[in-house]
């Protein structure tokens, strides 16, 4: 088989000697015969961007609202384990409260739809500085600054600040919501699909600032996508899944390039087909 024309990966494997961060333990969340995901089990290390991949209906976007804490699963556990923190989190064993000031204050989130991540009402500067305040910030000036930093971060005008959401593009949006994300510095970020239905021009510059981000940032990310190239260019390990169950996991560059399940084998093969 040929070897995927795929831009090469500017993110070097982490070594996952580092801690491990979120212990995936045989998730299952079905919504009737092959709807959902099914005995799901990974590790996510510290500075760690893990990768799954899938076609539309594989049970990827289930998985992921599990480990986000947005969705209860059927059986298995999502343990979370604090940098430098003995303790451990099993996110299904606390309360709602918690798991929302989890996500909230230690996690982050970005949705395929920023409209689904923003508060379309109010404007580019309060959508970035509601997450400061979240954790208790409430200098006006302070807020406003940090507003402004990070639009420029990710390569929107500051001088934009009082704009509201609606007044943007679809990838100024998204840009909006990645930094109304990373504001806080997270963690732990799930990202869906932060790249759909975005044009390819606008998709490249996206991903070209994310993978900056992350660089600089030391994330570790959860990152759900269909798209392969995406993939190559932000994960570390991927995880294949099909039909709810994975089929295939490792190195990206490894999966990528030498694909062992036929499923996998097919999936890279249409990346090639004209």
Known sequence: MSRPELPGPEIR???LARPVLLDVQDITRLYGPGKGCEAIDFRLHAGEV??????SGSGKSTLLRVLAGLEAPDAGRVVYRRPGDADETDLYAIGEARRRALLRLEWGLVHQNPRDGLRMGVSAGANVGE?????????????????????????????????VPRTFSGGMQQRLQIARTLVTRPRLVFMDEPTGGLDVSVQARLLDMLRTLVRQLGLSVVLVTHDLAVARLLAHRLLVMRRGRVVEAGLTDQILDDPQHAYTQLLVSSVLTP
């Open 131 to 163: 997450r400061l305040m979240a954790l208790g910030q409430r200098h006006y000036g302070q807020l406003r600054a940090a507003g402004q930093e990070w639009m420029a971060q990710v390569e929107l005008e500051p001088a934009r600040i009082d704009d």
């Open 13 to 15: 494997c982490p070594d």
């Open 50 to 55: 893990l990768g799954i991949v899938g076609e």
